[in-house]
C-alpha cells in the first residue's frame, strides 16, 4: 500500500518506477518509516479480532432443513461447519481456544476441467491452464462460506466463484465437479422445496 514500517521499511520500487524510488525511502530502508511501531501494533489488533456477521434465522424450520440437506449432501466434507483455534501466547488471548465456524477446510481440492484456471501464458498469444505454486488449474481452496449469505447484500452485483461466473449460490454449487460431483449430484436430486431449504440455510450463514 505504498506504506513503510519496520518490518518493511522500504518501498519496493521496482527499476520501472522512476518516480517511486526518488522518493525519501524509496528502496533505502535506513530512511526511516512512515508507520510507528506502535500504531502498526494497533492496526494489527484491531484487523485480527473483526469478527464475521452473526448468522440469521438459525431457528427458521426451513434453516433447519437445509443444514441437514447440506450435511446430507456431503458439503460439510471439504465446507467443515466447526474448528477451534489453537492455544494462543498472551498477546492473542483473545483468539485463543475460540469455536469458530468457517465452513471450510482450507484444503486444496480437485474441482474438474470447468473450473479450472484458464489464465493468458506469457510466451504465446493462447489460453493455457496453467499452475500455482503447488495447485494446479483444477484445485482450489475450499472458500469459508460465513457471510455468503450477506454477499449480494452489501453488493447487489456481487458473483460468486473464483473468477464470478456464477450469478448466484446455485449456480455456484451446479459448477462444482471433481471431488465434488457427487455433492453436486445430491443436490440435483433435491427437489424445489429442499434446494430452496438448502438455499435459505446458506444465506443464513
Sequence with gaps: MGLTTSLFPAEGCTTAQVTCRQLPN????QSGVEVRDDILDFVTHYVSNLAVPARREVNASEVIMGQQLFRDAGCSGCHVERFVTAEQGPARIEQSRQIIRPYTDLL????GPELADRRLDGTAASVNHLSEGLANAQEWRTPPLWGIGL?????AEATFLHDGRARSIMEAILWHDGEAAGSRSHVLGYDATQRQALLAFLNSL
Design 26 to 29: 524509496g528502496n533505502d530502508p
Design 108 to 111: 486444496l481440492h480437485d474441482m
Design 151 to 155: 454477499t449480494q447484500v452489501v453488493n
